[in-house]
C-alpha cells in the first residue's frame, strides 16, 4: 500500500536499554485476538503456560498483560527486552506492541505513518532536527496495528492529503511568527483567503483563565482562588519575555512540535465536528503546552535546558493523551468559541 510520512520514520530504531523501556512500564497493554490465539497455539508447554499464566480477563472479556507491583510489564526482562519477543519472535507481540511508538492511519489503499511523542527516542529524533520535516511516500505492508479512519471520512481520500499538505506547509512558513502561521491555518481551514485580516486585540487575562482551567482539569487538581491568582499573576508577568528567549533557542523544537502533533494525530480531522472545529482544538491544546512550558522556565529562573523541554513536552503529551478530564475542557472551549476573531484574541498573542 502506498503510505505518506515524515522521513524520519524509517531512521527509527528502538532501544530500550537507552530509554528503559519506558513503554512496557505503566500501560495496561491489550491483547488482541489474533495475538491471544498465537499463545494459545504455541506448542512448547513450558513457554506457553509462561506467557497466558501473565494474562488476564477482564469483565468485558478483553485480555490484558499483568503488570507486577512495580507497574512493569509481566514481560520487561531484566535486560530491558521483551520475553515474549525473545522466546517467540516478533510476530508474537501484540498489535500494540508490535506498532509502538508508530502510529498509522488507513484511509481507504492510502496509510499515513508516523510516531508518537510519548517515545522518548522518538522525540529526540523528531524535535532536534533543525530542518524542516520532510515527507515521503513508500510502498509498504499494513502493520499490524492501525486505525482504520476509512468509513470516518465523508471526502475523497486525495482531499485529505491535500489539506494535511497544506496544513503542514502553513506550520513550516518560517517567515511567519508561530502566532501568524496559526492564524493561516485558521484561515485555511475555514476556506478563506490566507492573506485576510482582523482587528485582534489579545485577551490576556481570558487566555490565562483558560490555560489555568484546562490545567486543573488535565491534572485532577482543585485551584484555590489565592493559587489561581498567584498563577495568573506569574504568567502575565513572565510570559512574554521568557517565549521570546525559547523561540530563539527552540523554534525549531516547536515547529517540529506542532507538525508532528497535527500530523500523528490527524489532525483536522481527529475529533467529531468540522475542520475548523479541529483546527480551534489543535491551537488549544499548542497553546496549553507554551502555559506549561512558561510555568516550567519560571521554576528554572526563566529558562529551560532542551532535556528540560523534552521532559515537559512528554508529560503534557501524556496527559493530553490519557487525561479526559483535560482534553473535554479544551474540547469544550473549541466548541463554545466558534468565531474566527474571538478565538484569534484569546489564544493567538500578536504583538
Keep these: 500500500m502506498l503510505a505518506i510520512r515524515p522521513k524520519y520514520f524509517s531512521q527509527f530504531k528502538c532501544d530500550g536499554k537507552s530509554c528503559g523501556s519506558r513503554c512496557c512500564k505503566g500501560w495496561k497493554v491489550a491483547v488482541d485476538g489474533a495475538a491471544y490465539s498465537k499463545y494459545c497455539s504455541i506448542e512448547d508447554a513450558a513457554i506457553k503456560q509462561d506467557i497466558l499464566s501473565e494474562i488476564e480477563r477482564d469483565e468485558n472479556q478483553r485480555y490484558f498483560i499483568k503488570?507486577?507491583?512495580?507497574?512493569?510489564?509481566?514481560?520487561?526482562?531484566d535486560d530491558y527486552l521483551c520475553k515474549?519477543?525473545?522466546?517467540?519472535?516478533?510476530?508474537?507481540?501484540?498489535?500494540?506492541?508490535h506498532s509502538y511508538p508508530r502510529v498509522t492511519y488507513k484511509f481507504g489503499e492510502v496509510l499515513e505513518q508516523s510516531l508518537t511523542l510519548t517515545c522518548p527516542l522518538a522525540a529526540r529524533l523528531i524535535l532536534l532536527s533543525k530542518d524542516s520535516m520532510d515527507f515521503e511516500e513508500v510502498e509498504t505492508e499494513p502493520p499490524h496495528g492501525l486505525f482504520d479512519w476509512t468509513n470516518k471520512i465523508s471526502i475523497p481520500i486525495e482531499k485529505v492529503v491535500s489539506i494535511q499538505a497544506t496544513s503542514v506547509s502553513?506550520?513550516?512558513?518560517?517567515?511567519f511568527d508561530f502566532n501568524e502561521r496559526l492564524f493561516r491555518l485558521c484561515l485555511f481551514l475555514q476556506d478563506k483567503p490566507l492573506?485576510?485580516?482582523?482587528?485582534?486585540?489579545?485577551?490576556?487575562?481570558?487566555?490565562?483563565?483558560?490555560?489555568?482551567?484546562?490545567?486543573?482539569?488535565?491534572?485532577?487538581?482543585?485551584?484555590?482562588?489565592?493559587?489561581?491568582?498567584?498563577?495568573?499573576?506569574?504568567?502575565?508577568?513572565?510570559?512574554?519575555?521568557?517565549?521570546q528567549r525559547l523561540m530563539i533557542n527552540y523554534a525549531h523544537i516547536f515547529?517540529?512540535?506542532?507538525?508532528?502533533?497535527?500530523?500523528?494525530?490527524?489532525?483536522?480531522?481527529?475529533?467529531?465536528?468540522?475542520?475548523?472545529?479541529?483546527?480551534?482544538?489543535?491551537?488549544?491544546?499548542?497553546?496549553?503546552?507554551?502555559?506549561?512550558?512558561?510555568?516550567?522556565?519560571?521554576?528554572?529562573?526563566?529558562?529551560?535546558?532542551?532535556?528540560?523541554?523534552?521532559?515537559?513536552?512528554?508529560?503534557?503529551n501524556e496527559k493530553l493523551d490519557h487525561s479526559r478530564g483535560g482534553m473535554k475542557s479544551i474540547c469544550d472551549f473549541a466548541e463554545e468559541v466558534c468565531k474566527v476573531e474571538k478565538f484569534s484574541q484569546i489564544m493567538l498573542t500578536f504583538n
Excluded at 84 to 97: H, W
Design 255 to 316: 515547529e517540529n512540535y506542532l507538525v508532528n502533533e497535527f500530523f500523528m494525530r490527524c489532525y483536522p480531522f481527529a475529533f467529531k465536528g468540522d475542520l475548523w472545529k479541529n483546527c480551534r482544538i489543535f491551537i488549544t491544546s499548542y497553546k496549553f503546552v507554551e502555559f506549561a512550558l512558561v510555568l516550567t522556565a519560571i521554576s528554572k529562573n526563566g529558562f529551560v535546558t532542551v532535556e528540560e523541554f523534552l521532559t515537559m513536552i512528554d508529560a503534557v
Design 67 to 77: 503488570m507486577k507491583e512495580n507497574m512493569n510489564c509481566a514481560f520487561l526482562d
Design 195 to 243: 492573506d485576510s485580516k482582523i482587528n485582534i486585540n489579545f485577551n490576556l487575562n481570558r487566555h490565562v483563565e483558560i490555560m489555568i482551567n484546562i490545567f486543573s482539569k488535565m491534572y485532577n487538581v482543585e485551584l484555590s482562588e489565592e493559587k489561581v491568582t498567584n498563577l495568573k499573576n506569574m504568567w502575565i508577568k513572565y510570559h512574554k519575555i521568557i517565549l
Design 170 to 175: 502553513i506550520l513550516q512558513e518560517r517567515h
Design 84 to 97: 515474549i519477543q525473545k522466546q517467540c519472535g516478533e510476530e508474537y507481540l501484540t498489535a500494540i506492541c
